[in-house]
Nanobody, 124 residues
Framework: QVQLVEAGGGLVQAGGSLRLSCAASGRTFSLVTVAWFRQAPGKEREFVARIGWRSGNTYYTDSGKGRFTISRDNAKNTVYLQMNTLKPEDTAVYYC?????????????????WGQGTQVTVSS
């Protein structure tokens, strides 16, 4: 199994930046994909970005392209989400998720392990 711990959330003004981190521990060697999701009050959890744990291949949802960058540091077993030009609609709890299964893309059900989430609030 793998354990995930997010950090880096907070309150930021519109146009500002935040960098979230997701520290993984446990059986990290066999991970295939790590992703970031977010969930705003009253809304469903939605995919933000994912990265191949070994390949480093990345994929973003349209709302994050050009503003968000997902990266990983395998030596530190950590995945990052750099968020720039933040907007009030980016306000949500951001979750890190991981899976050992190949082929996981954007559905929450495709990911088996989740962190506790970190709150991001963007003020206008």
């Amino acid at each position: 199994q793998v354990q995930l711990v997010e950090a880096g959330g907070g309150l930021v003004q519109a146009g500002g930046s935040l960098r979230l981190s997701c520290a993984a521990s446990g059986r990290t060697f066999s991970l295939v994909t790590v992703a970031w999701f977010r969930q705003a009050p009253g809304k469903e959890r939605e995919f933000v970005a994912r990265i191949g744990w070994r390949s480093g291949n990345t994929y973003y949802t349209d709302s994050g392209k050009g503003r968000f960058t997902i990266s990983r540091d395998n030596a530190k077993n950590t995945v990052y989400l750099q968020m720039n030009t933040l907007k009030p609609e980016d306000t949500a709890v951001y979750y890190c998720a991981a899976t050992y299964r190949p082929g996981a893309q954007y559905r929450p059900g495709e990911y088996d392990y989740w962190g506790q989430g970190t709150q991001v609030t963007v003020s206008s």
